[in-house]
């Protein structure tokens, strides 16, 4: 499972106000306790206003990257700020993201296109996110036509089938299953990938949603979640799911995950970002 790690995000209040004190401490304490937590990418989301993005990702990038080497998820609604974050980052990581909407694409696309950069790709486009499978399959076969286009390889993809929030939408986790069935049918090597919680909005106890959303798309293909790495029973569930799912010889991976604490009682600090 490929783990984005989600702690760095403007968006979060005490994340908010470590930006505009530029606590840079707090920060580099975020992206130790997620790289001690067994995360993959490290994302990166300012949520500032566009005319300070850049700057703003700049200094994030250089407080994530002075105390870890995982590869950065940079994260920002803004193509232009993507691509000119990209030069900030020692390694190759993730784009986080592009769709069909405008021109995002092909401001993303151009510039990753002969580099090991990775781009999560969300199937929604200029009228928003499509109601049915089939309308976002349309636009997940328009992604792989532009992925020919720039010779982007699919193995580099990252598709958010894009789930809505199920107290609105019963059919929330079928369709977005049902596009993961689909899309690893027809490219066995793209990666399919989600936040956690958009499904839970608006309803109690949140967190139960969450985990069931997890187990269910995983079994559907999702190999990769935008999500808390420091939640111990989170991470449980996924090591859990990847030994029920085959993935997991003989469950040594669970096995060690128990054994260094990683779930269970974890070894990390907690570090309150609410």
Not at 8 to 16: E, T, Y
Not at 163 to 176: I, R
């Amino acid at each position: 499972m490929i783990i984005i790690g989600e702690k760095i995000n403007g968006s979060i209040p005490s994340v908010s106000r470590a930006i505009a004190n530029r606590d840079s401490q707090f920060i580099k304490e975020l992206a130790r306790l997620q790289a001690e937590s067994n995360s993959s990418y490290i994302d990166c989301c300012a949520s500032v206003e566009e005319e300070e993005e850049v700057e703003t990702l700049n200094w994030l990038i250089d407080c994530i990257q002075e105390v870890t080497d995982l590869p950065i998820c940079i994260d920002s609604p803004s193509q232009h700020s993507c691509v000119e974050a990209i030069r900030f980052c020692n390694k190759p990581g993730i784009v986080n993201s592009v769709s069909m909407e405008g021109d995002k694409i092909d401001t993303i696309f151009p510039r990753i296109a002969n580099t090991e950069w990775g781009c999560v790709a969300l199937l929604c486009g200029d009228d928003g996110i499509p109601n049915s499978v089939d309308d976002r399959m349309e636009i997940f076969e328009q992604i792989m036509t532009k992925t020919e286009e720039y010779s982007i390889d699919p193995s580099r993809l990252y598709i958010d089938p894009l789930v809505v929030t199920l107290s609105t939408d019963q059919d929330a986790l079928l369709t977005f299953a049902e596009c993961c069935r689909r899309i690893k049918k027809a490219y066995p090597d793209i990666h399919l990938t989600s936040g956690l919680s958009n499904i839970s909005f608006g309803l109690p106890r949140r967190k139960h949603i969450n985990k069931a959303f997890l187990v269910l798309a995983m079994q559907a293909g999702m190999d990769s979640a935008i999500l808390d790495p420091t939640n111990s029973d989170m991470l449980g569930i996924i090591y859990a799911t990847n030994a029920l799912l085959k993935n997991d010889d003989y469950c040594l991976e669970y096995i060690q995950a128990h054994r260094d604490g990683v779930i269970g009682k974890s070894k990390a600090k907690k570090l309150s970002t609410r």
